[in-house]
């Protein structure tokens, strides 16, 4: 069965530290794995994506996100945070199954403190 | 292209009458899909279709929701009657090729039933 936990549901940095919002996993196949942003009042944007090639991912917005098999996590960081990076962010989880099969986390808010 | 536009992008109206949420989809996207979000229950599937077929509306809370694409380009979410606890955010998405692959997020329809 597919899962997405994310374990904070709130994180709150000092603008230009670094940013880490965790997210846990479980599958049953090999996953694929992505992160959403949402800004206020804004649909659902693609930050970066895993389909079983580098596990080091590289997303827009200065954003990475490292899967690791072994933790079954998939990471999101930047090391810098901007003012333009509070929003809140979706761990995603599918098996390639069809959409039945996309799990969504509960998000988690960043709060980027000037 | 213009990406995934949703009208109207906010409506308010009242217990019992219909609403009729629209979604364009990027042109070239074989799938299109209806979310509500909601801080109760986070980001819910609705219903989902493939080349204008729905395929799974096992989301779809009940009766009084239906939704239809008569062609590639328009598609329709109708909830008669309507209920305050329908008060959401809708949002439709579409993917090219795979329904479990990058979703693109319309800005979303901000519905309150009073």
């Known amino acids: 069965a597919q899962s997405v936990t994310q374990l904070d549901s709130h994180v709150s940095v000092s603008e230009g530290t670094p940013v880490l919002l965790r997210c846990n996993y479980s599958s049953s196949y090999s996953p694929s794995l992505f992160w959403y942003v949402q800004h206020p009042n804004k649909g659902l944007q693609l930050l970066l994506k895993?389909?079983?090639?580098?596990?080091l991912v590289k997303g827009i917005n200065g954003f990475e996100a490292e899967f690791k098999k072994s933790e079954t996590s998939f990471h999101l960081t930047k090391p810098s945070a901007h003012m333009s990076d509070a929003a809140e962010y979706f761990c995603?989880?599918?098996?390639?199954?069809?959409?039945?099969?996309?799990?969504f986390g509960t998000g988690t808010r960043l709060t980027v403190i000037p | 292209d213009a990406g995934v536009i949703q009208s109207p992008r906010h409506e308010v109206t009242e217990m019992g009458q219909e609403v009729t949420l629209r979604c364009k989809p990027i042109s070239g996207h074989d799938y299109l899909f209806w979310y509500r979000q909601t801080m109760m229950r986070g980001l819910e599937l609705l219903i989902y279709f493939n080349n204008n077929v729905p395929i799974d509306d096992s989301g779809m809370p009940e009766d009084r929701f239906s939704a239809k694409m008569p062609n590639a380009s328009f598609s329709t979410l109708k909830i008669q009657p309507s209920e305050p606890r329908d008060s959401a955010v809708y949002f439709c998405a579409s993917s090219l090729h795979n329904p479990a692959d990058e979703q693109f997020f319309g800005p979303g329809t901000r519905l309150t039933v009073l």
């Open positions: 895993y389909t079983s090639a580098a596990t």
């Open positions: 995603v989880v599918s098996d390639w199954a069809g959409a039945n099969n996309l799990f």
